[in-house]
């Protein structure tokens, strides 16, 4: 199980750093990804980072605003964003799973997510 946090409401072109943590004491697998969930729309995959080599893969509409990374003394993965816009707002998750041949997969529990709005 983990737990997101650092969500808010921020303007359009600001920046938020959403943390999450494992429930436990340390991640229960090797990789963790976020997702994020728009009203109305499916949960989409935003970006993995892998806990042992720390390589990390983003969707193409967030490279170059967005960055996971990984702190293993707290057991923490972050996602900063940055130059945030209307389209950015949303539900987001983060969940751990594996990557097999560069794709993220996971049967594990959701969290509850953190809301990020983004205002025009």
């Known amino acids: 199980q983990v737990v997101e946090s650092g969500g808010g409401l921020v303007q359009a072109g600001g920046s938020l750093r959403l943390s999450c943590s494992a429930s436990?004491?340390?991640?229960?697998?090797?990789?963790v990804a976020w997702f994020r969930q728009a009203p109305g729309k499916d949960r989409k995959f935003v970006g993995w980072?892998?806990?042992?080599?720390?390589?990390?893969h983003l969707v193409d509409s967030v490279k170059g605003r967005f960055a996971i990374s990984h702190n293993d003394a707290k057991n923490t993965v972050y996602l900063q964003m940055n130059s945030l816009n209307h389209e950015d707002t949303a539900l987001y998750y983060c969940?751990?799973?594996?990557?097999?041949?560069?794709?993220?997969?996971?049967?594990?529990?959701w969290g509850q997510g953190t809301q990020v709005t983004v205002s025009s």
């Open positions: 969940v751990t799973g594996g990557v097999y041949d560069g794709k993220f997969l996971s049967d594990d529990d």
């Open positions: 436990e004491r340390t991640f229960s697998d090797d990789a």
């Open positions: 980072i892998s806990l042992s080599g720390g390589t990390t």
